[in-house]
């Protein structure tokens, strides 16, 4: 028996396969091979043609795939987390059927078939190969040199716990605006390749959802508590376990309108001395732990420079002016700022009045019941905005205590002085101003005519 490349070799018997246990195919994947079976006895020169196909099957074609990468989120710090392997085999098959994939540890156990791993599978050491044998399920041809999956556990960001923030509130309701971004730095810690964002819920911040922009104001009244979410720009890790805490810090409060500090002129200058430390009480009302000071313009009010040294004295350079209020709280340092207007006036000049006389009563005593209003418009020269009030003694009309009925006062011996005449002391106050000036009024009882 022989084995030839042609039919018309094998007829002949011509060119013999020289090496048929030993034959390399000339022809790829299918070739016809002739064979030749002769009668051993040389005289009858008897024989007969037979073919014999050789098929060579193709060898699974695998894609070496790219790593499988997962974070380091089970138990961060081991560099062990469950692969499931077979999310490579789309990529390594590249649309091959009829293929079946296995994976080992180890190329030997690959080569051999023995120690197969199951998915999903933990890696022992980072990073690690996994050996990959694909099997011809027709006809059982497998590789596994070819291709090989690249286990890697990435390290997931490690963000630092960040200071709060702290914002003093304008208006004392409860909410203001914050600079989240003002903590980027402190909670990156110097990580390279890492972004953080921030999140109203632990949920936002694990899926990346709703980021917050700056400036944010909070939502929840005075304390709030922000998610931060610090992410690798390269492996897209993220580490959600760390909050921001906002709050609102209580402000003192400058009364929104001031009254005017008025001071009455005593020689027309438009200048003269006021005691800043009357307004404290109107300013500060039933607050504590706060620090009162005064300035001349706005901008040392918000910065407090330049406060005004000599409150008990204060001496204004022009009519009106305008100082400017700064209320800081000694607690936690929040600062509220206002202003109101110093003005000099003039005072009223009320005229001496000529002495108001009556007519003795029946009883012949010397004493009767004036009307001392009638005196008013005489004293203030008909001028509407001023009033008028009367004292029976100096003290009381500078202390302004002890006014007298001046509708039906009875003159009286005051100190031991004659009750008639008598001498009434009256201040004209302006009441736009409250400027007062004094004059005295003479009340005189006459004897009635003896028949």
């Known amino acids: 028996m022989s084995y030839y ?12 396969i020289a090496t048929p246990t030993s034959y390399t195919n000339t022809t790829a994947f299918n070739q016809l091979i002739w064979i030749r079976v002769e009668d051993v006895d040389p005289n009858t020169a008897c024989y007969k043609l037979t073919t014999l196909e050789l098929i060579v099957n193709a060898l699974p074609v695998l894609v070496q795939p790219s790593p499988l990468e997962l974070c380091d989120d089970n138990n961060p710090g081991d560099e062990m987390e469950s692969f499931v392997l077979e999310e490579a085999t789309d990529e390594i098959l590249n649309g091959q059927t009829g293929i079946s994939l296995t994976y080992f540890a180890t190329q030997i156990d690959a080569d051999n078939n023995t120690n197969p791993i199951t998915s999903p599978y933990t890696n022992t050491v980072n990073p690690q190969t996994i050996f990959v044998r694909a099997t011809d399920d027709i006809t059982g041809c497998f590789v596994s040199t070819t291709a090989t999956i690249l286990l890697r556990v990435n390290p997931i960001p490690s963000p630092t716990a960040p200071t709060d923030i702290e914002e003093c509130d304008d208006d004392n309701d409860g909410f203001t605006s914050f600079d989240l971004e003002s903590r980027t730095l402190e909670i990156i810690g110097g990580e390279l390749d890492t972004t953080v964002s921030y999140h109203e819920t632990q949920e936002d911040a694990e899926t990346g959802d709703n980021a917050l922009v700056s400036p944010y104001t909070n939502i929840v009244m005075d304390v709030q508590t922000i998610y931060i979410r610090l992410t690798n720009t390269i492996t897209g890790c993220y580490n959600a376990s760390q909050t921001l805490t906002i709050r609102v810090l209580e402000s003192p409060e400058v009364p929104v309108d001031v009254e005017d500090f008025v001071v009455c002129d005593t020689n027309a200058d438009g200048i003269t001395q006021f005691d800043l430390t009357t307004k404290d009480a109107e300013i500060i009302g039933t607050q504590s732990d706060v620090i009162l000071s005064y300035h001349v313009t706005e901008s040392d009010a918000q910065t407090g420079n330049n406060p005004i040294a000599n409150v008990g004295n204060y001496t204004n350079t022009s009519n009106p002016q305008t100082l400017y209020i700064r209320l800081v709280s000694t607690i936690n340092g929040c600062v509220d700022t206002g202003m109101f207007d110093l003005r000099v006036e003039l005072p009223p000049v009320a005229v ?6 009556l007519c003795d009563d029946d009883i012949a005593d010397e004493l009767t019941v004036f009307d001392l209003t009638v005196k008013d418009n005489e004293i203030t020269s008909g001028n509407a905005s001023w009033s008028v009030s009367y004292y029976e003694t100096q003290g009381d009309a500078d202390a302004q205590v002890n006014a007298v009925d001046s509708e ?16 009434l002391y009256a201040v004209v106050t302006d009441t736009d101003t409250g400027c007062r000036d004094q004059v005295t009024l003479t009340i005189r009882v006459l004897p009635n005519p003896t028949p």
């Open 352 to 357: 001496q009045p000529s002495p108001l006389e």
């Open 408 to 423: 039906a006062y009875t003159n009286t011996s005051i100190s031991g002085a004659p009750a008639n005449p008598q001498t």
């Open 5 to 16: 490349e042609t039919q018309a070799n094998a007829d002949f018997g011509n060119n013999p």
